[in-house]
């Protein structure tokens, strides 16, 4: 089973700056295969991003995704109020695992 | 636009069964695979189980393997998980999610329904 490790758990930031999510896989991955959701409290998750450089339908420019091997990241340039959730990265080039997720909070 | 309606979640005691319908609409499920996926309370994601758009090929987490068993009815618009031997660690909502091609493998979970709470306790 790949493992996927998520960091930081928590990550505190304002409106406007940028954040940066990393998830580690335990063996190479290519990212084809990694996905990454949003998820708000009590709300459903979405889908943000997958394969190299997809975008599921309706989600802004201001996510992107990159990385390679076993090493990961979703970048959230210029963050919205709105942006503020759990996220978590996803592999499917070996079955289905997340990563445990990153909390992104106010500062 | 894409509707996932999943229902039958309840409380079920330690060794006690339950089956989980998902109701969809908005798209053309026969071409679809679908997965479930659960979440315990407070905690992350855990893809459960998928079976491809024609039915033909199931695929489980090892956590479930030998309980539970995924099904669809493609004339109904109906995905379906039964859930036996349950534990209390099964305790979870239990999502339905449209998988983005016809196989399951290598696909990613484009839609999601809202979650059906199952809760395996004495």
């Known amino acids: 089973e790949i493992v996927l490790t998520q960091s930081p758990g928590t990550l505190s930031l304002s409106p406007g700056e940028r954040a940066t999510l990393s998830c580690r896989a335990s063996?190479?991955?290519?990212?084809?295969?990694i996905a990454w959701y949003q998820q708000k409290p009590g709300r459903v998750p979405r889908l943000l991003v997958y394969g190299a450089s997809s975008r599921a339908s309706g989600i802004p420019d201001r996510f992107s995704a990159s990385g390679s091997g076993t090493d990961f990241t979703l970048t959230i340039t210029r963050l919205e109020p709105e942006d503020f959730a759990m996220y978590y990265c996803?592999?499917?080039?070996?079955?289905?695992?997340f990563g445990q997720g990153t909390k992104l909070e106010f500062k | 636009e894409v509707q996932l309606l999943e229902s039958g979640g309840d409380l079920v005691q330690p060794g006690g069964s339950l089956r989980l319908s998902c109701a969809a609409s908005?798209?053309?499920?026969?071409?679809?695979?679908m997965s479930w996926v659960r979440q315990a309370p407070g905690k992350g994601l855990e893809w459960v189980s998928g079976i491809s758009s024609g039915a033909d090929a199931t695929y489980y987490a090892d956590s479930v393997r030998g309980r539970f068993t995924i099904s669809r009815d493609n004339s109904m618009n109906t995905l379906y998980l039964q859930m036996s031997s349950l534990r209390a660690e099964d305790t979870a909502v239990y999502y339905c999610a449209k998988d983005s091609g016809r196989i399951v493998l290598r696909e990613v979970f484009d839609y999601w329904g809202q979650g059906a709470l199952v809760t395996v306790s004495s």
């Open positions: 063996q190479s991955v290519a990212i084809t295969y």
């Open positions: 996803q592999q499917y080039l070996n079955s289905h695992t």
């Open positions: 908005g798209f053309t499920f026969s071409s679809y695979a």
